[in-house]
């Protein structure tokens, strides 16, 4: 059994917290929060371990919030630690505290490469955590890339890529996020270079659009080909075998698919799934082009369980995907997405 | 002096209208307003000969607004009618009005292409629209891509063009549009066809994006070539001499140019031109990869002047668009807005 502890207790973390609950080989140590707020009620509400600073505890308990220790026995106690803290925080959190107590941690993809010995993403790299003190699970569009063109990569000789993302402006309930009425864009986004940490070197560009809406990015890609180009056949049936990967045909808006969720009562909405947008696809002089959407608060939920058993090395590749989708219930939400889209 | 009337007064309309009225060559008989709205106000502040159907003119005159004959009465006075009607309006006026009265007429991108003996695009295809009896100006983002391609194409062999397209969900005026927390998407959007009907047989693909914002559509194209790449300099060399494309370095958001129209004190704040963006150029493996905005509602004004002036065979395709840049002020926009986003 490893125990581990979720330190930051927001988007990311809350999910990744009652993933790890529900995993017959890992225990929940419990979670960390820094303010008195919601999410911390949440924790309780929940009845998750709450851990906060040791000055904190008297203004936790003054707000009506259970606290079971403070975020230093959190740690103590734990085997690998989960950093699901803000963009940034990470990096400082390796530095005081799981350095010097040589603890194994896990950090998100808003933090820089640099932070770990490793970009993970479990269909492309699995391996590569084993044994690792520091991973780093890449962020949401960067795991949609991954699970994407890992199976490509492994069928045909890939020349280039051109990479559109339309990201949502903010989360629900970020309180600040992209300008209300206009289109941001960041020309030679950082997608490329990321997607490049887990997949080597592949010819890839990237460009960013921001855009005022909450639910999922959306992404489009042109590949070309060495030789040997896919057509939409082989491309569904590539996609198809792919357990995190939905086949869609009939969707058109992405809110369609939140829809869906809501309608199929998962819990938060959560899909966890990349939607490949079977109905995008043309294959043409250019090579190779269709678009997805990525659910961004969920989609690197099963990849953090994921790295943390591939870190302890507890199960291979192939059993821990299997039983991380089983936990979060994946196969039946790609199969009752491909029957609602069919 | 060719007289010209434009039947249909919204937001292609009313531009078209004051652009016409400006014109030494040409004189604005009037405009048709078929509903006693705010345009129609405008109008009558304007100074402009309204215009409305016979039967409407009591209603229209006991909403205070000054009438000066029917619909019927300025088609008999025009040598040229500009359709800016509604979206398929165009093809029943073809029909019932312009045909059985022999009359020329310019029809809008909403329209289909079958409408017209040519699709139309001054940089493009001017001399084609000589003599003809019915003219399409191509849709607004149709006109940016062919602004965009036609320099390429006279320089070098293209193999082939992915085109993503954000479009805005309305314009700022429209009740209704886009929805509010979603992004639409049409794959094998009718652009890359409607881009052939002014370029031939091009080979191009497009997939087109809805999302909620007023301001301009975004678009960004990968192209790929047969031989011969240009680099980045060779692409700000051929567009920073196109008269309606301005060269821009530094915008970052949609708005930002919006911005600086109003800051110019761009009447309206339209600015007629593509907004090339150039710090989105990428050269790689796959060709050649960028975006631009383009202002939605006046980028086919000048398309319309020139059109109706090659239709009425008076000027050159050189004149004609020198005079229509100069009428609305072209030239002195992209220097100011290069100068901005220098």
């Known amino acids: ?159 280039h890529i051109s990479a559109f993302l339309i990201r949502r402006g903010a989360d629900l309930s970020d309180a600040k996020g992209s300008a209300l009425n206009a289109i941001e864009w960041k020309a030679h986004s950082h997608h490329a270079h990321d997607i490049q940490t887990v997949l080597g070197n592949i010819p890839i560009s990237s460009v960013a659009f921001k855009v005022p809406h909450t639910h999922s990015h959306i992404n489009s890609m042109n590949i070309i080909f060495e030789d040997g180009i896919p057509n939409k056949g082989d491309l569904i049936d590539i996609y198809s075998k792919e357990s995190r990967i939905a086949v869609l045909n009939t969707a058109n808006t992405s809110a369609q698919i939140v829809e869906a969720a809501r309608d199929l009562e998962l819990p938060r909405n959560d899909t966890f799934v990349v939607s490949m947008l079977a109905n995008t696809i043309e294959i043409n002089e250019g090579g190779v082009f269709f678009s997805f959407s990525v659910p961004q608060e969920s989609i690197v939920v099963p990849e953090n369980i994921d790295a943390l058993v591939s870190q302890s090395g507890i199960m291979s590749k192939e059993e821990s995907m299997r039983l991380t989708d089983e936990i979060i219930k994946i196969p039946k939400i790609k199969s009752s997405l491909e029957k609602i889209f069919a």
């Open 1 to 159: 059994m490893v125990n581990v502890c979720v330190n930051g207790y927001g988007t990311i973390g809350k999910r990744v917290a009652e993933a790890i609950a529900k995993h017959p080989k890992a225990k929940l140590v419990g979670i960390s929060k820094y303010t008195p707020d919601q999410d911390a009620k949440l924790a309780n509400a929940s009845k998750l371990n709450v851990f906060v600073p040791k000055d904190s505890v008297k203004n936790f308990e003054s707000k009506g919030i259970s606290v079971n220790g403070s975020v230093d026995d959190m740690i103590a106690r734990s085997d690998i630690v989960v950093d699901a803290s803000a963009d940034g925080k990470g990096m400082q959190n390796k530095q005081t505290v799981y350095q010097p107590r040589n603890k194994k941690a896990i950090f998100q993809g808003g933090e820089e490469a640099e932070i770990a010995d490793i970009s993970f993403n479990a269909r492309s790299n699995f391996e590569k955590a084993s044994g690792k003190q520091f991973v780093r699970v890449v962020s949401c569009n960067t795991t949609a890339y991954c699970r994407l063109l890992k199976p490509l990569i492994e069928n045909y000789k890939i020349k």
